[in-house]
């Protein structure tokens, strides 16, 4: 019914920067928030950054300060900005968004299929 579909990872220096994007599409009446997860090798995953469709956003301790999230209501897409960053941040990044469908009167969550960071010391 709903599709995530990311872009964007990739490998890049310590120091460098990358931009992730998602974009839902599907049955969507409207997305409560979009956000970002992460999963590192052998780690669970953890929250990055979410979004309201207000615009109020909320992030991890370890990415405050370097990584900035946006999105665009009118095209269901959900942005990643990624700066200084780690090799601590080398994980399978995922797209997260809270959809109520068209035809539904509750909220399920969605994920896409992971898109792959790797950052180099």
């Known amino acids: 019914q709903v599709q995530l579909v990311e872009s964007g990872g990739g490998l890049v220096q310590a120091g460098g920067s990358l931009r992730l994007s998602c974009a839902a599409s599907g049955s969507i009446l409207s997305i409560n928030s979009m956000g970002w997860y992460r999963q590192a090798p052998g780690a669970q995953r953890e929250l990055v950054a979410t979004?309201?469709?207000?615009?109020?956003?909320n992030y991890a301790d370890s990415v405050k300060g370097r990584f900035t999230i946006s999105r665009d209501n009118a095209k269901n897409t959900v942005s990643l900005q990624m700066n200084s960053l780690k090799p601590e941040d080398t994980a399978v990044y995922y797209c997260n968004a809270r959809v109520v469908v068209i035809g539904a009167y509750y909220v399920m969550d969605y994920w896409g299929k992971g898109t792959l960071v790797t950052v180099s010391s």
């Open positions: 979004i309201t469709s207000g615009g109020s956003t």
